[in-house]
């Protein structure tokens, strides 16, 4: 019964059979009307039947073929052997005795998920798509007979290949592999969004997916391959060469370093740390004591702003050597004035909160951890004497800073400005000793921020000698006694924060 039943519906089929089912459905009709022009009979499901219906498209239904009504309020329509049969066929000779016309092109785009991530559990549920998802895995099985279209964005060169008779299978593969990636990245995106929901730590089973956005030239040297990958546009370029891979790697740091603060604020980068950070009462102030901070090392630098780059600031910058200006938005005046350096990349950030995990990766695995955004609202004054109403405010400025800083990180503030940096060395007091150097007379009454416990004195020591009068860092050495004597004997304030801040 259930062979002749299928021999009945389907002896009328065309030769050249395409099937729509989509979710989105811009650019549908054009693509449908010269689907039809170029010979291709269409069968499609209920929505987008109703849709081609109205635009006067003819189509035919996919349950006049299958003889079977859509079901459980549509949530079965197309897993039917009349449909999946005709597409995972290799020959029209496989389907002859079970009278199955072939279908040659699937057109399927699946229910937006991403739009429910934050619904209900039943909305979320009714929005997972699974017909959809099992025809784009058929057809692009498939591939070395079927063309699978797996977005609206490809429809274009889709018409343009198919009418040029240049659709071979090398093409039709690369559509198969894009919907594949197209599936994968869906059940991604649903197993992450439930695990979040009902669970909320750390994933068991650490999956990502994350599209090409921009080849780069190279990586962190010339002899390695790279590419940019992002799972949102989180950024625009607005002028200046292509961003390379330390561009990109420099920028983020500057932006998420900046974005600490409220007030106007910059921070100037080299090699992922902060040359120059400060805070003012407008963009103006707040760059020219970030770039003064160490205008040495700033010189070929990534600049980020946390808030709109103006007229007067972009006239300062011009004058120096930057390699990328980032920042939240810019005037149009400010972008006529930068954009007649050629070569600076301007860089507007619109989306850079975007990635859930800080990802470390290792010859031997995948390191995974929550962001550092841990704020300090409060500390223990462990000195006798208590800091200063401007100490404080430079030593929270300071820590702010110094979780930033490559480990050993210290870091001397002074009136909301960055004045010295030791970064990534063996020895914290090493790093006390450089942070000091590039201070200079600029230590005198500035503070300390260390991004861990002193294990000795002599890092007091040293600071003292510079001209320190105050320090934060988190306290928890088997020394912390001696390290507060020493700051006692040589007047100084401290602030145990009771937490650490490496960054490796």
């Known amino acids: 019964?259930?062979?002749?039943?299928?021999?009945?519906?389907?002896?009328?089929?065309?030769?050249?059979?395409?099937?729509?089912?989509?979710?989105?459905?811009?650019?549908?009709?054009?693509?449908?009307?010269?689907?039809?022009?170029?010979?291709?009979?269409?069968?499609?499901?209920?929505?987008?039947?109703?849709?081609?219906?109205?635009?006067?498209?003819?189509?035919?239904?996919?349950?006049?073929?299958?003889?079977?009504?859509?079901?459980?309020?549509?949530?079965?329509?197309?897993?039917?052997?009349?449909?999946?049969?005709?597409?995972?066929?290799?020959?029209?000779?496989?389907?002859?005795?079970?009278?199955?016309?072939?279908?040659?092109?699937?057109?399927?785009?699946?229910?937006?998920?991403?739009?429910?991530?934050?619904?209900?559990?039943?909305?979320?549920?009714?929005?997972?798509?699974?017909?959809?998802?099992?025809?784009?895995?058929?057809?692009?099985?498939?591939?070395?007979?079927?063309?699978?279209?797996?977005?609206?964005?490809?429809?274009?060169?889709?018409?343009?290949l198919l009418k040029s008779g240049e659709m071979n299978e090398e093409k039709r593969r690369e559509y198969a592999m894009e919907a594949f990636a197209k599936t994968a990245s869906y059940d991604i995106l649903i197993y992450n969004t439930l695990w979040n929901k009902f669970k909320g730590t750390l994933p068991e089973h650490f999956m990502l997916s994350r599209r090409m956005a921009m080849e780069l030239r190279y990586g962190e040297n010339p002899h390695q391959k790279a590419s940019y990958y992002s799972s949102a546009d989180a950024f625009v370029q607005h002028h200046g060469k292509k961003l390379s891979f330390n561009n990109l790697y420099d920028m983020d740091s500057a932006y998420t370093?900046?974005?600490?603060?409220?007030?106007?604020?910059?921070?100037?980068?080299?090699?992922?740390?902060?040359?120059?950070?400060?805070?003012?009462?407008?963009?103006?102030?707040?760059?020219?004591?970030?770039?003064?901070?160490?205008?040495?090392?700033?010189?070929?630098?990534?600049?980020?702003?946390?808030?709109?780059?103006?007229?007067?600031?972009?006239?300062?910058?011009r004058k120096k050597f930057i390699e990328v200006v980032v920042a939240p938005k810019f005037t149009d005046e400010s972008l006529e004035i930068l954009k007649k350096k050629k070569n600076l990349r301007i860089v507007e950030m619109k989306n850079p909160n975007v990635e859930k995990y800080d990802l470390r990766q290792l010859h031997f695995g995948l390191l995974v951890q929550e962001w550092n955004t841990k704020k300090l609202y409060e500390g223990d004054v462990v000195s006798k004497r208590m800091p200063t109403e401007n100490e404080m405010k430079d030593m929270l400025f300071a820590w702010s800073i110094v979780k930033h800083v490559k480990s050993n990180a210290i870091v001397f503030a002074k009136d909301g400005m960055l004045v010295g940096v030791g970064a990534g060395q063996m020895s914290r007091v090493d790093s006390v000793r450089i942070a000091a150097m590039k201070a200079g007379e600029r230590a005198k009454g500035a503070v300390m921020a260390s991004d861990a416990f002193f294990p000795f004195r002599d890092g007091i020591d040293e600071a003292h000698k510079a001209g320190v009068t105050a320090v934060i860092q988190p306290g928890g050495s088997i020394r912390d006694e001696e390290v507060i004597k020493a700051v006692d004997e040589h007047g100084m304030a401290m602030i145990f924060t009771s937490y650490r801040v490496f960054k490796h």
Request: hydrophobic share 40%; glycine share 8%.
């Open 257 to 317: 370093i900046v974005n600490e603060f409220e007030q106007p604020a910059c921070v100037v980068v080299k090699h992922a740390n902060p040359c120059g950070a400060a805070i003012g009462e407008n963009v103006k102030e707040a760059f020219e004591k970030a770039w003064n901070g160490d205008p040495m090392s700033a010189y070929g630098s990534i600049v980020a702003f946390n808030h709109e780059v103006n007229e007067e600031v972009a006239s300062l910058m």
């Open 1 to 160: 019964m259930f062979k002749s039943q299928i021999l009945t519906s389907l002896i009328t089929w065309a030769d050249m059979f395409a099937l729509i089912s989509v979710s989105d459905k811009r650019n549908l009709e054009g693509f449908a009307k010269e689907l039809r022009a170029l010979g291709y009979e269409i069968l499609s499901t209920g929505g987008t039947y109703r849709y081609l219906e109205s635009h006067g498209i003819p189509a035919r239904k996919v349950e006049d073929i299958t003889k079977f009504p859509e079901i459980l309020g549509g949530r079965v329509k197309t897993l039917h052997p009349a449909i999946h049969g005709g597409i995972l066929a290799k020959s029209e000779e496989d389907l002859k005795e079970l009278g199955i016309e072939p279908i040659s092109i699937v057109v399927v785009n699946l229910y937006p998920f991403e739009k429910y991530t934050d619904a209900s559990e039943e909305e979320m549920i009714e929005n997972i798509d699974i017909g959809g998802v099992a025809l784009l895995r058929a057809a692009a099985k498939n591939y070395s007979r079927v063309l699978v279209v797996s977005s609206p964005e490809q429809y274009d060169e889709v018409i343009t």
